[in-house]
């Protein structure tokens, strides 16, 4: 059964950095038939995607958000991460990472971790 | 970019069938998925493919998809079902994952 576990500050100042990182258990990163996705929602709302990853490096992201959002992998620590530049208070969500099949599909998410943005 | 249309809120006695519709152009051509998320949780997958239950689901849930709507049916409602649901496709052309907005499932 592949855990995912996201892990980073749960503050982050307006205009700085928010980093995140997703560490997976119970399963390799390196598998060929799942992407490593970030999907965030602020309070109230809905599931909004961020982006993927794969294994080897290729991503994709949310057209709305590309030119501030960077998601890397590291496969020898079975980890995948996520920056997001520039943020504002609407950045402001639960923040989760999944495992999903290339369609979208995946029984795998971590638990979420709210980050907040605030001056 | 590709849009997913749900209705806000659904409600449905328990025992009765909730049918939950996500809304596309031509969605019938794509593989929907979808998602149920109680109050405080990460979403769970309970339909994917359009039809295709993951392990643990029960078979009170179904999906259907044709044309421009599909359908999450869940029979035999139960007040366990009370959730936010929210289906989701693939969109090849934008190589984004959208979903839709979500529908509020309240059992009476």
């Known amino acids: 059964q592949v855990e995912l576990q996201e892990s980073g500050p749960r503050q982050v100042r307006t205009s700085q950095t928010l980093s995140l990182t997703c560490t997976v258990s119970?399963?390799?990163?390196?598998?060929?038939?799942?992407?490593w996705s970030w999907i965030r929602q602020p309070a109230g709302k809905g599931l909004e995607w961020i982006g993927r990853?794969?294994?080897?490096?290729?991503?994709d992201y949310n057209h709305s958000l590309k030119s501030r959002v960077t998601i890397s992998v590291d496969t020898s620590a079975n980890q995948f991460s996520l920056k997001l530049r520039s943020v504002t208070a609407a950045d402001t969500a639960v923040y989760y990472c999944?495992?999903?099949?290339?369609?979208?599909?995946?029984?795998?998410w971590g638990q979420g971790t709210l980050v907040t943005v605030s001056s | 970019s590709y849009v997913l249309t749900q209705p806000p809120s659904v409600s449905v006695a328990p025992g009765e069938t909730a049918r939950l519709t996500c809304g596309g152009d031509?969605?019938?051509?794509?593989?929907v998925h979808w998602f149920q998320q109680k109050s405080g949780q990460a979403p769970i997958l309970v339909i994917s493919?359009?039809?295709d239950r993951p392990s643990g689901i029960p078979e009170r849930f179904s999906g259907s998809n044709s044309g421009n709507t599909a359908t999450l049916t869940i029979r035999r409602v139960e007040v366990g079902d009370e959730a936010d649901y929210y289906c989701?496709?693939?969109?090849?052309?934008?190589?984004?994952?959208?979903f839709g907005g979500g529908t509020k499932l309240t059992v009476l």
């Open positions: 999944a495992r999903l099949d290339y369609y979208g599909a995946g029984t795998s």
């Open positions: 493919y359009d039809s």
């Open positions: 031509n969605v019938g051509s794509r593989s």
């Open positions: 990853v794969y294994y080897s490096g290729a991503t």
């Open positions: 989701q496709v693939w969109d090849g052309s934008s190589d984004h994952v959208v």
């Open positions: 119970g399963g390799s990163i390196s598998g060929t038939t799942h992407y």
